[in-house]
């Protein structure tokens, strides 16, 4: 009975999920096979419809406002995201300093009706400098998974059943047991990666950087000795930062290593003396 019972739980996985009256379930690898073909036969006859596309759209915007608006901007595109309409992903803030201007973007999936009106209110916080689209077919990857699915769900249905069995011996009942809870793993990760697809291809992402516009001064042309003044600057006080670094690191062993060096220099030191003194006549 075990060596009939791996082919079978091989052929189990063929079964198609169409079929509306299962094949009674038995341990002779005949039974599952016979019936497999039958259901392949029985979809290979039915019309294959046009499949309907997966597509996951992403928009990417750039749009400069005014300094003293960025955190206001920030927190009014983080509002307008609302469940279940929107998901936040990601948000961050960095706000203006004397050397770089303030900073922020946020990642976030909304669906596709309210792609318009979102855009059109960022529009609204300053002006849009840069702005892309992609798209990427996941048609593919969709199919995959819901055939995935399907078949581990028909899998794991066929292995209760034989669980269900009364003439199986314990070491049947146990070699099933663990092959179902394998397929249920299976089941639940492939459940979760076509979960991820809907989302990514339901509901478009939009990634926004928000910075904050510079000056008429900020931009003159003397700008670039500025810059390059402030990386000098920075580039000698991080030489000076690690030459501190790396005395505060070594000075402890070099007194650690110097003791027992000027012990040995000093009993050189006297060895030389006592021989003079005895080489003296």
């Known amino acids: 009975m075990t060596r009939v019972l791996l082919p079978l739980l091989l052929a189990a996985a063929l079964v198609a999920c169409g079929k509306k009256e299962e094949a009674p379930v038995a341990y002779g690898g005949n039974a599952v096979v016979s019936a497999a073909a039958e259901a392949t036969d029985a979809a290979g006859a039915a019309p294959q419809a046009a499949p309907k596309r997966h597509i996951a759209v992403r928009h990417a915007l750039t749009v400069e406002t005014a300094p003293d608006r960025l955190d206001a901007a920030w927190q009014a595109a983080q509002a307008r995201c609302v469940e279940p309409t929107c998901e936040l992903l990601s948000a961050n803030l960095q706000r203006d300093s004397d050397y770089s201007p303030g900073v922020a973007q946020l990642s976030l999936r909304i669906a596709p009706g309210a792609v318009t009106g979102y855009l059109a209110a960022l529009g609204q916080q300053g002006r849009v400098v840069s702005q892309s689209t992609e798209r990427e077919d996941k048609t593919d990857e969709v199919i995959d998974t819901e055939a995935r699915l399907k078949n581990l769900a028909q899998l794991r249905d066929n292995l209760r059943q034989m669980l269900d069995s009364h003439n199986a011996k314990l070491e049947e009942l146990?070699?099933?047991?663990?092959?179902?809870?394998?397929?249920?793993?299976?089941?639940?990760?492939?459940?979760g990666q076509r979960l991820a697809l809907a989302n990514q291809t339901e509901k478009v992402r939009i990634d926004v950087e928000l910075r904050a516009a510079r000056s008429v001064a900020e931009r003159s042309v003397l700008m670039p000795l500025a810059d390059a003044w402030h990386d000098i600057g920075h580039n000698f006080m991080q030489s000076v930062a690690a030459l501190l670094t790396f005395a505060a690191v070594a000075l402890p062993w070099l007194l650690v290593l110097w003791l027992p060096l000027r012990w040995v220099l000093k009993r050189r030191r006297l060895r030389r003396q006592r021989r003079a003194g005895s080489d003296a006549p």
Do not use: I, S
């Open 174 to 191: 146990l070699a099933v047991q663990k092959e179902l809870a394998a397929t249920q793993a299976q089941l639940d990760a492939a459940a």
